[in-house]
């Protein structure tokens, strides 16, 4: 038993054997499915389990889980105040009433939403999704436990499955000198401005497309536009996919999926305009001040100004690099692109709007298959 409990990654046969005399189990939604997954595959690494009360505690207070352990969400697991829990035995996780792993519970504790909101959020308006998501729960019961995952529970998507490849990768040649660029939208022009920067200064460049329980775009829709790329500009940028929920927590939502890179083996990351924003309720700068300010070595952090283009001439610089164009050599209007803005044309087909966010390739393929929107 004590073998199987440093054993994160559990067959079916061993969590039945485990639980077989226990008729209870938990049900999870999709986020906890995703920290599950992320815990028992090291992507969380140093945290083991799901946040027990001390941790809690200790990230609202200083943002760690310990003295040499930097953290800065909470990964909660809730509970049900009438369910029946022994210490120390174990219960199956449900997750679409389907066995994804098992718990060795230890102890339920509640949460106060006030300060979890305060500490996490940096605010108690209840415009925030994060705030109100706290507000809206209808149950304050979360569970200390040691968690398992089952094997066969593993995400099949064929991009997760490269970044567990490289978790194991010998090869450390492809991993030298490489960068990760975060994405959940669409491949579009700014993006494009800042792969050619990052072209210049690293080998290996990662695109790491984010899924989450509420998707802007269709995942596969994200991976045809960066294969296209490739194709089509024969470029060689490593497309890998990882899961995480919407913490809604701006600057310490950035540092978690920091980790996630570094975990994965990824040298640098890039964190670049309004990173893990929320609507306004942080700076467009606040993520990138966040790693300054805490002095994030591994990864190296990797910051670009927000990138703009001249609506004259269609070319793109980074923000701090424009008083006029220096391609037209006009005074003219620039314009930041956003994913969700490029979202809105699209569904309201602006294709002359579209265009100059675009490029041919990829707005020509979305034009043919908004069914992925």
């Avoid at 889980?65 to 199956?92: A, C, H, M, V």
């Avoid at 109100?132 to 499955?161: S, V």
């Avoid at 164009?325 to 044309?345: A, E, M, P, Q, Y």
């Amino acid at each position: 038993m004590k073998k199987n409990r440093q054993k994160k990654i559990l067959s079916l046969r061993e969590i039945k054997s485990f639980t077989k005399l226990n008729q209870n189990y938990l049900d999870i939604d999709k986020d906890e499915f995703i920290n599950l997954v992320n815990i028992c595959t090291g992507l969380y690494n140093p945290v083991k389990n799901f946040s027990n009360l001390k941790d809690v505690n200790s990230i609202l207070k200083e943002s760690r889980i310990s003295r040499k352990i930097k953290w800065t969400i909470p990964i909660l697991l809730s509970g049900k105040k009438n369910f029946i829990f022994e210490k120390n035995k174990f219960y199956q996780l449900k997750y679409q009433s389907k066995t994804v792993g098992c718990i060795k519970f230890k102890n339920f504790f509640k949460i106060n939403k006030k300060n979890f909101s305060k500490k996490i959020f940096n605010t108690l308006s209840d415009l925030h999704p994060g705030v109100k998501k706290i507000y809206d729960a209808k149950k304050n019961f979360f569970i200390d436990c040691e968690c398992f995952l089952l094997y066969k529970a593993i995400p099949k998507d064929k991009y997760f499955k490269k970044v567990l490849a490289l978790k194991k990768s010998k090869k450390k040649s492809l991993l030298k000198n490489s960068v990760a660029f975060s994405t959940r939208n669409i491949c579009h022009k700014g993006h494009e401005h800042i792969h050619k920067y990052l072209e210049k200064k690293f080998q290996n460049l990662f695109i790491v497309v984010i899924q989450t329980s509420q998707n802007k775009y269709n995942p596969k829709l994200i991976y045809k536009t960066y294969e296209l790329l490739n194709n089509y500009k024969k470029k060689k940028y490593k497309i890998i996919s990882i899961f995480l929920p919407l913490f809604f927590a701006g600057p310490k939502e950035a540092f978690i999926q920091s980790q996630i890179i570094k975990n994965i083996g990824i040298k640098s990351f890039l964190v670049g305009r309004d990173h893990a924003g929320v609507k306004n309720f942080y700076g467009k700068y606040s993520s990138q001040e966040f790693f300054s300010k805490h002095n994030i070595k591994k990864p190296k952090i990797v910051k670009v100004k927000e990138p703009l283009i001249c609506l004259n001439c269609l070319n793109l610089k980074f923000s701090d690099q424009i008083k006029k164009c220096n391609f037209c050599k006009k005074n003219t209007r620039f314009s930041g692109i956003d994913g969700k803005h490029v979202k809105n044309l699209i569904k309201s087909n602006q294709e002359k709007k579209i265009k100059i966010f675009l490029n041919s390739k990829i707005f020509n393929f979305i034009k043919k298959n908004k069914s992925l929107i």
